[in-house]
């Protein structure tokens, strides 16, 4: 008996949450790809051609290093801001990913969930599988709604409609992907939506049972909610292929004024990188902007994200919220980039990675991990709030 019971301490202590064994994102990362079917991670986590511009929004941040002075005394820090007239618990928010109810079932609502739960903000990608409608029974706030500008523009003026009348309280016009990327993994892998695998495949991930069983019944909806048109019945292929050629590679800034004008909601423009596109997005009356070059999904060999920031916000000078997107996967990414002079930082993947491992909570948890990572840095740094971030804290500024 002594032995059996030493076997099942033993057989026990190696068994631990996920939540012990997430303990950073990067954890969170790999949680997600031993639970996920191959070609639906490479999905989320992959990007265009080399990935090189993936691979840059993360190391950028290697540049710089904080210089802690710890004398300041901060017993207690306040990770707070205030954004577009609200609170948001830190400057951090979920960025939009198309298709999250791929990974968990209702992966948009779960995640909107965690977000107002952690006290923060939520922005719905116009390739849900849920609908925007159906997103706003969350009742999630803050909540934006990405949307393009389409060859249609009668759609793209229903998104927005539509966002208005479910109480979103921004609109994120996108516009980097108006001309889709080489995705160079998803071509690798044959992935199509929704995903089909061969009998091989299939014998290969039968370590992904977990994800087959929550999906078995969700696989055959899944779908591009915010495309469904009432009374039509198309597939998602069908959907797909009409959502690739509603996208207009002609947009220009008159367009960006139609847009300003059909809204009063805050207008923010995401997929900024030229301090001179900058410029003129203020100037066209638009309430904020996110550097971002769509987490190195479109241009391989684009600037990273960071590496821009700092020109765009010279450009701005505090005249309108610039946000970051692209590569922050810890807390002191998010202190640097507040100290380059973002107002707050969007997570893409790593949202994808949290909803993965255990939907609602997974995401909470992800949240709760850049929480205390900013809260730890600021700390040692001698930071009492988030206002105190500047380019004082970096040992090496830009032009240093």
Not at 54 to 80: H, I, T, V
Not at 184 to 205: H, V
Request: charged share 25%; with cysteine.
């Amino acid at each position: 008996m002594l032995v059996l019971k030493g076997k099942a301490t033993s057989f026990l202590g190696k068994i631990m949450s996920w939540q012990n064994k997430s303990y950073n994102v990067e954890t969170m990362r790999r949680l997600a790809q031993a639970e996920l079917p191959q070609p639906i991670f490479d999905f989320a986590d992959g990007a265009a051609e080399d990935e090189r511009t993936r691979q840059r929004n993360e190391s950028a941040f290697d540049d710089y290093w904080l210089l802690p002075k710890p004398m300041n005394g901060a017993a207690k820090r306040d990770l707070s801001i205030d954004l577009f007239g609200h609170k948001l618990s830190m400057p951090v928010m979920i960025g939009p990913t198309g298709l999250s109810g791929l990974f968990w079932p209702n992966g948009e609502q779960a995640t909107a969930r965690a977000a107002a739960a952690a006290g923060t903000g939520f922005c719905l990608s116009h390739g849900s599988v849920c609908t925007l409608e159906a997103l706003a029974e969350t009742r999630a706030h803050p909540r934006w709604m990405q949307v393009f500008l389409y060859r249609d523009r009668d759609f793209t003026q229903e998104l927005v409609r539509r966002a208005e009348a479910a109480d979103y309280d921004a609109i994120v016009l996108t516009i980097d992907n108006q001309v889709l990327g080489k995705r160079e993994r998803d071509l690798a892998n044959g992935f199509t939506i929704p995903p089909k695998f061969s009998p091989s495949q299939y014998a290969a991930m039968l370590s992904k049972y977990k994800w087959f069983w929550r999906m078995r019944g969700e696989l055959s909806r899944i779908t591009f909610g915010n495309y469904v048109r009432p009374g039509k019945k198309e597939d998602i292929k069908q959907l797909a292929a009409r959502m690739a050629y509603l996208l207009d590679p002609g947009l220009t800034w008159d367009d960006v004024d139609w847009i300003r004008g059909m809204t009063k909601k805050p207008l923010i423009i995401k997929g900024i990188l030229s301090p001179d596109e900058a410029e003129a997005a203020v100037q066209n009356g638009v309430d904020g902007l996110v550097v971002s070059n769509h987490g190195g999904r479109q241009l391989d060999g684009a600037i990273s994200s960071l590496e821009a920031l700092p020109g765009v916000v010279r450009q701005v000078a505090g005249r309108v919220p610039v946000l970051l997107d692209g590569g922050v996967r810890r807390g002191t990414d998010v202190v640097i980039a507040r100290a380059l002079g973002a107002s707050a930082c969007l997570l893409g993947r790593p949202q994808l990675w949290g909803v993965s491992v255990a939907g609602e909570a997974g995401v909470r948890h992800m949240l709760d991990i850049y929480a205390k990572e900013i809260d730890t840095a600021m700390g040692l740094c001698g930071l009492h709030s988030i206002d105190d971030i500047s380019a004082d804290v970096l040992a090496n500024p830009p032009g240093n």
